[in-house]
């Protein structure tokens, strides 16, 4: 073993230039260096070459003399690009001469070229030279990789792995405090660090890149020039080459560890480093100065003369008192996020797993927080009232600003976002530990802003980890720390601050918790920190951290590290990311632009218009993060942006997308599998992009077929946008700005049973309803006509989601083909299994009609639709005429028509709709028997409606309470509409995937604002 006390060689320089003269040739003069344990000096030829004699102290073994001399062999041999001197051979050509001490001792010498370069504790140090400093290492590391040679296997107080050594030398150190310090990263390292460096890679490395043997381009400051003193070389941990580098360049950094992290990047872009290796790199780091420290506490009174030894013991001291305050997780995360690695192992699969997994995650609050009215809470603004009363701990006039906020603004969630810089941080506590002079100050958690008392649920399963109060001024109050396992997912922590004390009283450390369950309430100002109520939200990747120990509050610096190692808990606590950023026009500006650009008669929903920016699944989410539960959109009949038909338009539209005059699959195919979930007889398709242009084509082929313009229409009926349909839409032709009823349009009352005369019988009504169909057929035939058509949707919508009395269409179809037309079902609402029961509304009257039209579910958002009927009447309607269109079954329609049919089988969504469907009419039936102005509720699978009453008996429509009822509605985040010829019937057609969730929801506002609204009558 090498002896680091044993005393340096004291050859004098006119020796040191007759060694130099005898064994290498070279005369000069010489100039004595600074050394720890060899002596060292400079000699400058007369040619003006430079270089280094070298005299080795005598403890050192030969073989570790030789070891040197093999290494700048090796390098000189497999690197000679490499900066580091160069060895000259004696005259003898040998790497070693030999001289004889004063005292008889024998003394290695060698010579090796002399490095021009400044050094780096004379230079000033940027992160750019830190990075090329451990550039210069991994490179030379590198070269080293496989050299081997016995000196190398050497044992002395400067190898890491010996640290531990330094326990022997602590009673040198005078001072308590400073004593236990190292004290205590010695029995960390004993007991975490050392079991865990054998397992590490070794090799040989350079093992001494303390600032005066670094050298820095003086030409090029930012760059190392070379490394030299290759006295301490050593087969050790390689990341030791690291650790050693980076306790001396960050030797009083503003940051150290940033600093480090620069460096260790450096030499990782050259010789990648492994997780392993920099888990451990604070602490090599530290305990490199230990040895330091301790070694110059235990020579001091021998050594005192010798600058070399004590030149950065104050310094280390300085730096090991700052690690020693710091998190050492922290600041490997740091060092590990330099090196591209995760901040923690698993920090990245959790967050993917949140993403994954956020539809199945249960809310944190009663209600969902993604269908509250949101606000960011002013903390981001320091001369806001609310933030300066914060800041102050003045939590009661914080919250009074906030609660006047909110009522004016109707907001019922404040939100804190992850990341904001924010000025109420003004404790002690928020002093920074990695940057000198700095303060943490980027909140890392997410707030949510709620009255006191409101409570607080786990959104998946977790243990409880500990429920403690912190009583810090600005702490946390009552904090609760949960972790969760879930399948597929590394463990990780939520911690849950500022809560009412209850949670301590009522969970304790180990509790088992089922996602959904109860933690806790938010607190009062008293008990929650001295806080405006809310709840501060977290996660943390690092399930090692106590809860006190996950960082609240952190340096913008290292947002990019806090964002692994605490990633911001939105998503899991259900926040949208509209929330916290908007992007596009404001929503003044849209309407403002619609009136210079747009048609004037083109309408808006709701005198406050909301501004949509995504849907998903049966939500749709506005530009400022509030999810609308919608309950009124069946364009989107899978749900929007349905991942199958998204994924399906974007790979045919990737490959091709023309029209059917060119031959494609995608057009037969789905022409075959349409075709299939209709009656026999029904097995010609055509396709179009609209209802509206689909019956348009229907009403061709009618015409074609039958010769005749007369059609039989139900009143109220509502069938497109073109002129000719408008003509067939008692609904639009016999409101404002319409022109009446054609005559060649014969109008049958609407069958509503709700409605029918109360001397009818029940099991007439299909009878009576249709006599006025039998009317107008009779009425044709006074005139000289008859019927071309009857059209109706198989359940008027627009109508008032009316269903039809049992038997209706068996009779009118039979009336109107005896009378030699034909019938139309329009199934542009209602199709696509939305009853349940069957695939067509059509179905559940017992018939089959000759033209079925198809529109908005067929494509689900996709503009495509259908027209099928019987070969008979494709086959008249084939009368020379080309029938084109350029759009209508595209390859991309096609597409998206296909991932529908194979969605709603999949999924079994007929059979969704149907359960769904009937459990809603039972809580409906239940609302019903509660509110009297609940007069009539019908509905099949997801096609509903309830018809609301002045009074029961007269039926009279209670079109303005309607009106105010879907805007309460709407105020709570659920779309409906209303419908009927009163505008009386609230009208609900929810996507295929409507889950019981989503019904108890619709159910719970329908409920909450009846109440609300007969209150405000009452």
Known sequence: MTNVSHPAPQFSPGEAVDLATRHFGIAGSVTPLDSER????????????????????????????????????????????????????????????????????????????????????????????????????????????????????????????????????????????????????LDHFDAEVAPRLPALRAQVIHNDANDWNVLVDPEKPERVAGLIDFGDALHSALIAEVAVACAYAILDAEDPIGAAARLAAGFHAEYPLREEELDLLFDLIAMRLVTSVTLSAARKERTADNPYLSISEAPAWRLLNRLGRMNRRFATAILRHACGFEAAPGARAVTGWIAANRAHLAPILDRHPATLAKALVPYGDPRNPMTVTSAAQQPDKATAWWDAYCAEHGIALGIGPWGEARTVYTSDIFESRFVEGARRANHLGLDLFMPAGTRLYTPLAATVRSVEIEEDPLGYGCLVALEHAPPGCPPFITLWGHM?????????????????????????????????????????????????????????????????????????????????????????????????????????????????????????????????LDCFNNVCHLGHAHPDVVDAIARQAAKLNTNTRYLH????????????????????????????????????????????????????????????????????????????????????????????????????????????????????????????????????????????????????????????????????????????????????????????????????????????????????????????????????????????????????????????????????????????????????????????????????????????????????????????????????RPPMIFSRANADHLVGVLDETLAAVLAQEA
């Not at 908007?582 to 309407?591: L, M, W």
């Not at 409906?924 to 019908?938: P, S, T, W």
Request: aromatic letters at 8%; hydrophobic letters at 40%; proline letters at 5%.
């Open 38 to 185: 060899d002596q060292n000096f400079k000699l400058a030829a007369p040619d003006r070459s430079l270089w280094i004699l070298k005299i080795v102290n005598a403890s050192e073994p030969l073989a570790e003399s030789e070891f040197q001399t093999a290494l700048f062999d090796h390098l000189e041999r497999n690197s000679p690009d490499l900066a580091v001197p160069h060895l000259r051979k004696t005259t003898q050509g040998a790497s070693l001469a030999h001289a004889r001490g004063t005292g008889g001792e024998d003394h290695a010498v060698r010579m090796v070229s002399w490095l021009a370069g400044q050094p780096l504790a004379e230079s000033q140090t940027t992160p750019a030279l830190l990075e090329s400093l451990g550039g210069a290492l991994g490179r030379l590391d590198r070269a080293l990789q496989g050299f081997i040679h016995p000196g190398a296997l050497r044992s002395f107080d400067w190898d890491i792995r010996q640290a531990g050594r330094a326990r022997q030398r602590l009673h040198h150190i005078g001072d308590d405090r400073d004593r236990a310090l190292v004290e205590r990263f």
């Open 500 to 628: 009412a004390h209850e949670a301590g009283r009522r969970l304790k450390a180990g509790d088992r918790l089922e996602a959904g369950a109860l933690v806790g309430e938010m607190g009062l100002p008293a008990e929650n920190g001295g806080w405006a109520p809310h709840l501060h939200f977290q996660i943390s990747t690092d399930t090692s951290l106590a809860a006190r120990d996950i960082l609240g509050v952190g340096e913008e610096r290292y947002l990019d590290v806090w964002k692994e190692l605490f990633p911001d808990a939105a998503e899991l606590a259900g926040i949208p990311p509209e929330t916290f950023q908007q992007s596009g026009r404001s929503r003044p500006e849209i309407v403002a632009a619609r009136k210079a650009s747009l048609l004037p008669n083109l309408s808006i929903s709701y005198s406050e218009p909301i501004k949509f920016v995504r849907g998903e699944g049966a939500w749709l989410i506005d530009d400022r993060g509030r999810a609308y």
């Open 665 to 988: 699959d995608a057009i037969v195919t789905y022409a075959e599998r349409l075709t299939a979930t209709l009656p026999a007889g029904l097995s010609v398709a055509s396709f179009a992009c609209s209802g509206s242009e689909a019956n348009s084509l229907m009403l061709r082929m009618a015409r074609t077929h039958t010769g005749r313009s007369e059609a039989i229409v139900l009143d109220w009926a509502y069938h497109g946008t073109t002129q000719e349909l408008i003509d067939l839409s008692p609904y639009k032709y016999k409101r404002k700005g319409g022109k009446g009823r054609p005559a060649h349009v014969f109008e049958a009352a609407i069958p509503d049973s709700y409605r029918a005369p109360a001397e009818w019988p029940d099991d007439e009504h299909a009878k009576r309803f249709a006599e006025s169909v039998a009317e107008q057929i009779a009425d044709m035939a006074r005139q000289g006509r008859a019927p071309g058509l009857f059209l109706a949707e198989s359940i008027p919508s627009v109508a008032g989601q009316v269903f039809l009395p049992d038997g209706y269409l068996k009779k009118v179809y039979a009336m109107v083909r005896a009378a030699g037309g034909i019938c139309v079902a329009d199934e542009v609402q209602v199709g696509f299994g939305r009853v349940g029961s069957h695939w067509w509304a059509f179905e559940t009257q017992g018939v089959t009609p000759d033209v079925v039209t198809m529109g908005k579910p067929i494509g689900n958002g996709h503009p495509m639709a259908a027209v099928v009927t019987t070969a008979e009447i494709a086959a008249s309607f084939n009368n020379g005429m080309e029938y084109f269109n350029t759009f209508g079954g595209n390859p991309v329609s096609c597409a998206a028509g296909l991932a529908v049919l194979d969605v709603i089988e999949r999924d079994g969504l007929r059979r969704n709709a149907q359960e769904i469907g009937c459990y809603l009419m039972a809580r409906f039936k239940a609302l019903q028997d509660r509110y009297e102005i609940v007069g009539d509720v019908r509905g099949q699978g997801l096609f509903l409606g309830i018809e609301l009453v002045e009074d029961r008996k007269s039926k009279a429509p209670a079109t303005a309470l309607a009106r105010r009822i879907n805007d309460g509605v709407r105020a709570r985040g659920v779309l409906i509409g209303t419908e009927g010829p009163h505008d009386n019937v609230l009208k609900m």
